[in-house]
């Protein structure tokens, strides 16, 4: 059985109403233990405490104690939802309908990404139902808001189980033809949120997919899919993460983030990830009915032994380059330029409909 309670996390100006509102935190605990809190503050997923093989809680999902934290660090997007569209967009800019659209450029001034300045992650959620095992959040996002044509009703269903199962399904309709490709920005370490590069190394990761999305330096589609195997991306078996990270280290980005080609059935969810802490025994795997999913292991986070300013999250840890891991299910980036991948285009009377679920656990203690 789930509990679902809900406390004040702090005040905020809801940046399309420009009006002060109360931050309302929702956590959804289960008989077993474990819990997951949400904002609706960017639908952010604030803290998901898991136990151990022992039994012991620890919270994996990195994040800050205040509303303050999140907005210093806007840009790394921790635990929020980003939209309409995530990743990145060339130019800033697609031709639908025979008509050039034309979006705001937050990413470099020539791109743009994750839904604009102000994309779903910045934006006060409604909450329009509390539930047994949840509780549901919407936005509507207005027509021609980040030059996005046409308004955009996203309701989106946090869940969780007894048998560790923390699930959002994300739907969306529009009035008018526009594109959505929503993701959630998680960034997890099944050792615990602040235990950093270390325990981040010894994580084993394994990801269902024989392709990639090809990208030039600035992560940019270049419109090919890229084979994996016999390659550092290759993660069709459980594969130590530190290993990986120091065969692409001399890459440009320095570590993952790359879009994996699941090609999972739509109607359908299905297992596509999976991640291992072995010291813990934590384990999380990822299932959902989104054709990508993307993986990305902290890069942007700062590297304090270059020098890098600080960042300091939850419980006054520091989070730092290679950090921890995101696994993000969506749709391929940059879609819209790209018209060989899969539409994520959205006609008035369709329902875009995104399922991903996260089931936590333990392995057993070794003996």
């Known amino acids: 059985m789930v509990r679902v309670t809900e406390d004040v996390f702090g005040i905020a100006v809801n940046p399309m109403s420009q009006k002060s509102e109360h931050i309302r935190r929702f956590t959804l605990s289960s008989e077993k233990g474990m819990s997951v809190s949400i904002l609706t503050l960017g639908g952010i997923v604030q803290s998901i405490k898991v136990p151990d093989h022992n039994g012991k809680l620890e919270d994996v999902c990195l994040g800050y104690d205040d509303v303050a934290g999140y907005y210093r660090n806007q840009k790394f997007y921790f635990g929020a939802m980003v939209g309409r569209v995530a990743n990145r967009i060339a130019r800033g800019e697609f031709k639908m309908c025979d008509k050039d659209v034309r979006l705001s450029r937050n990413f470099k001034d020539r791109y743009h990404l994750h839904g604009g ?54 739907e969306a309709r529009a009035k008018a033809t526009t594109c959505i490709n929503i993701a959630n920005h998680a960034y997890f370490n099944l050792a615990g949120h602040g235990t950093g590069k270390d325990t981040l190394m010894q994580h084993m990761v394994m990801i269902k997919a024989s392709k990639l999305v090809d990208t030039d330096q600035d992560l940019i589609p270049t419109g090919k899919l890229m084979p994996v195997r016999n390659t550092p991306y290759d993660f069709s078996t459980l594969t130590n993460l530190g290993k ?39 384990y999380m795997e990822v299932h959902t009915n989104q054709p990508a999913l993307q993986f990305y292991t902290a890069n942007n986070l700062p590297d304090e032994e270059a020098g890098d300013v600080e960042n300091i999250g939850k419980d006054g840890s520091h989070y730092v380059q290679h950090g921890a891991f995101c696994l993000e299910t969506l749709k391929y980036p940059d879609a819209m330029n790209n018209p060989e991948f899969p539409s994520i285009m959205l006609n008035p009377g369709q329902l875009y409909d995104h399922q991903v679920v996260y089931r936590f656990g333990a392995c057993p203690k070794r003996v």
Not at 142 to 164: C, K, M, Q, R, W
Not at 255 to 276: E, H, I, M, Q, W
């Open 117 to 170: 300045y102000v994309g779903f992650d910045s934006v006060i959620w409604d909450v329009v139902g509390i539930h047994k095992d949840g509780v549901t959040m919407q936005h509507i996002s207005p027509d021609g808001h980040e030059g996005y044509p046409g308004e955009v009703t996203v309701n989106i269903n946090f869940s969780l189980n007894d048998a560790g199962c923390f699930g959002m399904r994300i």
């Open 244 to 282: 990986r990270i120091n065969q692409v280290s001399r890459c440009p980005i320095c570590g993952f983030d790359n879009s994996y080609c699941t090609d999972v059935d739509p109607n359908l969810v299905k297992l596509v990830a999976r991640a291992v802490h072995p010291c813990s025994g934590r």
